[in-house]
């Protein structure tokens, strides 16, 4: 085939993927969303709003999510709409990345293509939860394209643009998690030694491309730093993001040692892409015997980033180890090369059969997932506690007008977005007044909330996060609301209206109409 004709097939495959990833996330697009999922789009409906973010609404994580959802909710209402698109982009980016780092780690076509190819089976696997916009998504483009951009400034030209766009993606990823911190650590470090091994100058040049990288990774924390500052938000910030994320990680140190046993290694949830993994290690094979040294030092420095991001927080849940999907997917790719290995033609040919059966493997494997409805997806992942929470949240609709408030004692997200009430507090989670650093700062802040905003609506989670009696917030509760008894029973949720508030008076009206 002519060098036009290779490059055709290449545009044509690229072009199928994308719109198969597409296609994919459409057969999930009303999936009754999860906690934060809801979390991030409730956040983002608040700053919309004017809220400040740790001072006036609260969450736990660093701000890049927020403000990416804030983007997607300035120009739609419908949070489904928004999820397909922030989820489509990001995949795609991905897509392109992986496959131009798989061509740049293994100068070759058929390993780029492959590693698109895997990647497009297995970007929206159900179990590892990657067929939503939770933030793992938008760091696996920050990193991918961050090492596309950290090899372009060693095999091209227009390398200071490249040694910026590489570190502004790696410090944005930072503000994703800060597990993302020994990404830079160790990406960069893979960097200086390529560099240095290609001989590409004089040392100063490289510490003034390594001064950009920096100026790269900065710059989105000084971003960052600076809202914080004109919003007057620091001290919120630093008790959200420094002392709470101390408490949420406790002890990194063991965390990572945890994060060494086999079932966190290679957890279950990851068996539904066991022949992406099975394909990934014959790559390894390839690499370890027949690639060059940087190559090997990239790959190397990326699994360790990886390992460290997911294994830093103690958690271990299913959907951080979507942080090894490109990874997976590339050395995937790479075992397309495991031909050179051999001498003989048949050898190579058995290559190509064995890859070819592992990737009809894993579209058999994926490919049940796509015949169940979205509901099953969730109850695959989570079981039936996010299909019935935004069943709930639906019922809540008909008790409140549209600019009513309400406000869930417990976990549940899901409630505010699926009945499409704003929470009457910033502070939506019971978690951080019942334990933490910030218990009395956020109890406070709550009861401020409700003092100017009173909730119409109160919806007590009674079986994951009971009640205390001796909370500030659940004795403002007793003394302001009550289970009317036209207010019906929903699963673990008990209902509360306030008294001689406008639920109550419309609640009353229609028994007073059943009546006559």
Same mark, same amino acid.
């Given at each position: 085939?002519?060098?036009?004709?290779?490059?055709?097939?290449?545009?044509?495959?690229?072009?199928?993927?994308?719109?198969?990833?597409?296609?994919?996330?459409?057969?999930?697009? &009303?999936?009754?969303?999860? =906690?934060?999922?809801?979390?991030?789009? /409730?956040?983002?409906?608040?700053?919309?709003?004017?809220?400040?973010?740790?001072?006036?609404?609260?969450?736990?994580?660093?701000?890049?999510?927020?403000?990416?959802?804030?983007?997607?909710?300035?120009?739609? =209402?419908?949070?489904?709409?928004?999820?397909?698109?922030?989820?489509?982009?990001?995949?795609?980016?991905?897509?392109?990345?992986? !496959?131009?780092?798989?061509?740049?780690?293994?100068?070759?076509?058929?390993?780029?293509? =492959?590693?698109?190819?895997?990647?497009?089976?297995?970007?929206?696997?159900?179990?590892?939860?990657?067929?939503? +916009?939770?933030? %793992?998504?938008?760091?696996?483009?920050?990193?991918?394209?961050?090492?596309?951009?950290?090899?372009?400034?060693?095999?091209?030209?227009?390398?200071?643009?490249?040694?910026?766009?590489?570190?502004?993606?790696?410090?944005?990823?930072?503000?994703?998690? #800060?597990?993302? /911190?020994?990404?830079?650590?160790?990406?960069?470090?893979?960097?200086?030694?390529?560099?240095?091994?290609?001989?590409?100058?004089?040392?100063?040049?490289?510490?003034?491309?390594?001064?950009?990288?920096?100026?790269?990774?900065?710059?989105?924390?000084?971003?960052?730093?600076?809202?914080?500052?004109?919003?007057?938000?620091?001290?919120?910030?630093? $008790? @959200?993001?420094?002392?709470?994320?101390?408490?949420?990680?406790?002890?990194?140190?063991?965390?990572?040692?945890?994060? $060494?046993?086999?079932?966190?290694?290679?957890?279950?949830?990851?068996?539904?892409?066991?022949?992406?993994?099975?394909?990934?290690?014959?790559?390894?094979?390839?690499?370890?015997?027949?690639?060059?040294? %940087?190559?090997?030092?990239?790959?190397?420095?990326?699994?360790? &980033?990886?390992?460290?991001?997911? &294994?830093?927080?103690?958690?271990?849940?299913?959907?951080?180890?979507?942080?090894?999907? +490109?990874?997976?997917?590339?050395?995937?790719?790479?075992?397309?090369?495991?031909?050179?290995?051999?001498?003989?033609?048949?050898?190579?040919?058995?290559?190509?059969?064995?890859?070819?059966?592992?990737?009809?493997?894993?579209?058999?494997?994926?490919?049940?997932?796509?015949?169940?409805?979205?509901?099953?997806?969730?109850?695959?992942?989570?079981?039936?506690?996010?299909?019935?929470?935004? !069943?709930?949240?639906?019922?809540?609709?008909?008790?409140?007008?549209?600019?009513? =408030?309400?406000?869930?004692?417990?976990?549940?997200?899901?409630?505010?977005?699926?009945?499409?009430?704003?929470?009457?507090?910033?502070?939506?989670?019971?978690?951080?007044?019942?334990?933490?650093? #910030?218990?009395?700062?956020?109890?406070?802040?709550?009861?401020?909330?409700?003092?100017? @905003?009173?909730?119409?609506?109160?919806?007590?989670?009674?079986?994951?996060?009971?009640?205390?009696?001796?909370? +500030?917030?659940?004795?403002? !509760?007793?003394?302001?609301?009550?289970?009317?008894?036209?207010?019906?029973?929903?699963?673990?949720?008990?209902? !509360?209206?306030?008294?001689?508030?406008?639920?109550?008076?419309?609640?009353?009206?229609?028994?007073?109409?059943?009546?006559?």
């Amino acid at each position: 085939m002519t060098p036009q004709g290779l490059q055709r097939l290449r545009g044509s495959i690229l072009i199928s993927c994308v719109g198969l990833l597409m296609l994919m996330r459409l057969r999930t697009w &009303s999936e009754p969303p999860e =906690t934060d999922l809801s979390t991030y789009w /409730v956040v983002a409906q608040e700053l919309l709003h004017g809220k400040r973010l740790y001072a006036d609404v609260w969450d736990i994580k660093p701000p890049a999510v927020y403000w990416i959802y804030a983007l997607a909710a300035l120009w739609t =209402t419908n949070p489904f709409l928004a999820r397909y698109v922030l989820w489509t982009i990001a995949t795609v980016l991905t897509l392109i990345g992986v !496959f131009l780092l798989s061509k740049k780690l293994f100068r070759s076509e058929r390993a780029a293509i =492959t590693s698109a190819v895997i990647w497009t089976l297995v970007a929206a696997d159900c179990l590892l939860q990657a067929n939503q +916009p939770n933030v %793992e998504v938008f760091m696996n483009t920050c990193v991918v394209w961050a090492m596309v951009f950290l090899l372009a400034t060693v095999q091209k030209r227009q390398r200071t643009l490249m040694a910026f766009l590489a570190g502004t993606l790696l410090g944005l990823g930072c503000l994703l998690k #800060t597990v993302m /911190v020994p990404h830079v650590a160790l990406l960069g470090a893979a960097w200086v030694y390529h560099w240095q091994q290609k001989q590409l100058g004089e040392k100063r040049r490289l510490v003034f491309y390594l001064l950009v990288f920096a100026v790269g990774v900065i710059l989105p924390c000084v971003i960052c730093l600076t809202v914080f500052i004109v919003q007057n938000t620091t001290y919120d910030a630093y $008790l @959200t993001l420094v002392q709470w994320g101390a408490e949420y990680s406790k002890n990194p140190l063991a965390n990572v040692i945890s994060g $060494l046993s086999p079932l966190r290694l290679l957890p279950q949830a990851a068996l539904n892409v066991l022949p992406t993994i099975i394909l990934a290690g014959i790559g390894i094979y390839y690499v370890i015997g027949w690639s060059n040294r %940087e190559t090997r030092l990239w790959l190397g420095a990326w699994a360790c &980033s990886t390992f460290l991001a997911y &294994s830093l927080p103690g958690r271990f849940y299913p959907h951080y180890y979507q942080l090894w999907l +490109p990874f997976w997917c590339i050395l995937a790719g790479s075992a397309i090369c495991a031909q050179r290995c051999f001498r003989g033609h048949s050898g190579r040919q058995w290559i190509y059969v064995l890859v070819g059966a592992l990737i009809i493997c894993q579209m058999l494997t994926q490919a049940p997932f796509y015949l169940r409805p979205p509901e099953l997806w969730s109850y695959a992942k989570y079981g039936p506690g996010f299909v019935n929470e935004a !069943f709930i949240g639906k019922q809540l609709r008909e008790f409140l007008h549209p600019t009513e =408030t309400l406000y869930v004692w417990g976990t549940a997200p899901t409630l505010y977005e699926s009945a499409q009430r704003r929470p009457a507090s910033g502070v939506f989670f019971c978690i951080p007044v019942l334990w933490g650093p #910030t218990t009395q700062t956020l109890t406070r802040r709550t009861l401020q909330d409700f003092q100017r @905003t009173p909730p119409e609506l109160l919806v007590m989670d009674t079986r994951d996060v009971p009640a205390p009696a001796s909370h +500030p917030i659940i004795r403002w !509760f007793y003394h302001h609301y009550w289970a009317h008894p036209a207010l019906p029973k929903l699963d673990r949720f008990r209902l !509360f209206c306030r008294k001689n508030g406008e639920l109550q008076k419309r609640l009353e009206e229609s028994e007073a109409t059943l009546a006559d």
